[in-house]
């Protein structure tokens, strides 16, 4: 039976721990895993451009022994130039696996209903569980634990923030968000994960206070305040999180040996100040590396790795 990943919804904790455990040995052994995709072809398909996704896996993919096909809005753009069903329905016929970057979260509901192959979600509008299947591995590779750690989220409520929810409920992280108002992350799936949390003594807080959040954090993150698609609410944006960068009087707040994390791309000296992202705690560039690693990790356990 084909397994997907749509968000860390479709990953136990017992699931999610195993993919950080086979991060970190394939990032000790780049070999490990080397004919995992041999005689596959995996397809991109993204509606965005992107750096770390698309170089991650491509790089990835052919690490892994398969075949990388990147197929772009101008070859196929989802539900304007073909239906993104009948896309499904094509692709499976070609390839081994589908790894979508969209628009919208219904195109990769549609993928993987109507495709008999795995699709993994390179980002929606509603979550990017690849992005925090890395940050949870960054944190565990910072600390060598990830169950009971404070992290804060400083920032619009968006699918990085949601993905964060759902890891750090999971494996037992506190989470502290403080983000403007109107900007607040889903409200389903911030019920959801305090269910979680429940389950495994993560404490997750919600507010519109920065100092609140980082007090005592061991990990800060951060994301843009203006991501792709919402450029002409730019100046509405800018204006609406002015009070929530991550500078060095905010982070004197945090614990000692924090760790400061960015999902990149970021702007110096919107949300974080360039002296927090180039300073001593940031291991934002360690994070981008840990792509390749984790999407690996991603890739060895959907088809089948052991």
Not at 14 to 34: F, M, N
Not at 70 to 92: A, C, F, Q, W
Not at 240 to 262: C, G, P, S, T
Request: with cysteine.
């Amino acid at each position: 039976m084909k397994r997907d990943l749509m968000s860390l919804q479709d990953l136990t904790a017992e699931e999610i721990t195993t993919i950080l455990e086979l991060t970190a040995k394939v990032k000790k052994d780049p070999s490990i895993g080397s004919t995992v995709l041999k005689g596959k072809s995996i397809g991109l398909v993204f509606q965005k451009p992107s750096n770390r996704t698309r170089t991650s896996f491509e790089v990835g993919i052919f690490q892994l022994g398969g075949n990388c096909i990147y197929l772009g809005p101008d070859e196929i753009n989802l539900g304007v130039r073909e239906s993104t069903t009948d896309v499904s329905k094509t692709l499976s016929r070609y390839l081994d696996g589908i790894v979508a970057r969209t628009n919208t979260h219904d195109d990769i509901i549609e993928l993987t209903r109507h495709g008999d192959i795995p699709v993994i979600n390179g980002l929606s509008d509603l979550f990017h569980p690849c992005q925090g299947l890395t940050d949870l591995f960054s944190v565990y590779e910072h600390f060598g634990k990830v169950r009971g750690l404070t992290m804060a989220y400083i920032g619009d409520g968006n699918n990085v923030c949601h993905s964060l929810l759902l890891g750090c409920a999971k494996l037992g992280m506190n989470l502290k968000i403080a983000t403007p108002k109107g900007y607040e992350p889903s409200k389903y799936i911030l019920t959801l994960s305090r269910d979680l949390g429940k389950l495994t003594g993560a404490e997750i807080d919600i507010s519109h206070d920065p100092l609140r959040a980082v007090t005592d954090a061991d990990a800060i993150y951060t994301d843009v305040w203006v991501s792709m698609g919402q450029e002409e609410e730019t100046k509405k944006r800018l204006s609406d999180f002015d009070q929530f960068q991550i500078n060095e009087e905010l982070v004197a707040n945090a614990n000692e040996d924090f760790i400061f994390m960015h999902c990149l791309p970021a702007h110096r000296g919107q949300e974080v100040s360039e002296g927090v992202i180039d300073g001593r705690h940031s291991i934002v560039f360690d994070q981008a590396e840990n792509r390749l690693h984790t999407q690996k990790a991603i890739l060895m356990f959907l088809f089948g790795y052991k």
